[in-house]
């Protein structure tokens, strides 16, 4: 697998990349509660980004999940993460596609380069034929990325999502192979 782009580079997360996750948690914690699902306050901590590392090692062994890291090609820092989970094979072949930036490195394309190496990574060597991804309609530049990236907007799921105790509409997108293809 080529995971090199121009500017950025994913490689799968392990245990080593704990700290720097961890950091990366902590430092854009009130972004990201703001857009993912309520989090213990247990999940701030190196024992349960540790597990969680762990856990993602195993569910890729299972075919289930492949989470990376987004790492700046100049220094090597982590920047993001990106990952296909949820992945059903049979006769769907699909995954849903989640991901997260540093809000320090946000709007300089880095995540558009990161979902195109992550679905050369889905549609070349796992072989899923769907990739699905939904945001919040008020995320405007997720929706903006995940269309520069290819993605085409297929409507919306309405409550799809808990946020913050609330249920929250989201666009729902998706990309297929022979869109990735062309």
Known sequence: MNNNGGRVYIRFLDVNDTEDLLNLMLRNRQLFEGV??????????KEVQELGIESCLKHRQEDKRYA?????NETGQ???????????RG????????YSMDQA??????????????MKFAFEEVGLLRVEASVMPRNVGSMRVLEKAGFRQEGLARKLLEINGVREDHMMFAMLAEDYLR
Do not use: W
């Open 36 to 45: 993912c699902p309520k989090r213990n306050e247990s999940f701030y901590t």
């Open 68 to 72: 990376f890291g987004i790492f700046l």
């Open 78 to 88: 982590l920047i993001g993460d990106i990952s296909l989970f949820e992945v059903q």
């Open 91 to 98: 006769p769907h072949q699909k995954c849903i596609l989640g």
């Open 105 to 118: 490195h946000n709007g300089k394309g880095y995540m558009t380069e990161a979902i195109h190496l992550i």
